[in-house]
């Protein structure tokens, strides 16, 4: 059983940074692609970026592409989202997600999930 805690959300203006983490513990997070989503007040939950289990494959949905980056620190059992250049669009709860092996946009192939970490940004 995997457990997945998301950190670094918080209040910012448009135009600032935050980096979220999301730490696994009681798995081998070596062999776990992982993923980003996010769900606004009154939307569905969306894809923002994943990153497969060997760290070369990596993908971002248009919207983030460029301002956002993923990363994995597999000594440390985390994942980040390093989120540059924040819009009030990008307020939402962000969750992460981790499936063994595998990667997908696609949240139904995801096993594990944690609770979520608000991000607000103000205009």
């Known amino acids: 059983q995997v457990q997945l805690v998301e950190s670094g959300g918080g209040l910012v203006q448009a135009g600032d940074s935050l980096r979220l983490s999301c730490v696994a513990s009681?798995?081998?997070?070596?062999?776990?692609?992982m993923c980003w989503f996010r769900q606004a007040p009154g939307k569905d939950r969306e894809f923002v970026a994943l990153i497969d289990w060997t760290g070369g494959g990596i993908d971002y949905a248009d919207y983030v592409k460029g301002r956002f980056a993923i990363s994995r620190d597999n000594a440390k059992n985390t994942m980040y989202l390093q989120m540059n250049d924040l819009k009030p669009e990008d307020t939402a709860g962000y969750y992460c997600?981790?499936?063994?092996?595998?990667?997908?946009?696609?949240?139904?192939?995801?096993?594990?999930w944690g609770q979520g970490t608000q991000v607000t940004v103000s205009s």
């Open positions: 997600a981790a499936n063994p092996w595998r990667s997908s946009r696609n949240q139904a192939q995801y096993t594990y």
């Open positions: 009681g798995g081998t997070f070596s062999i776990y692609s």
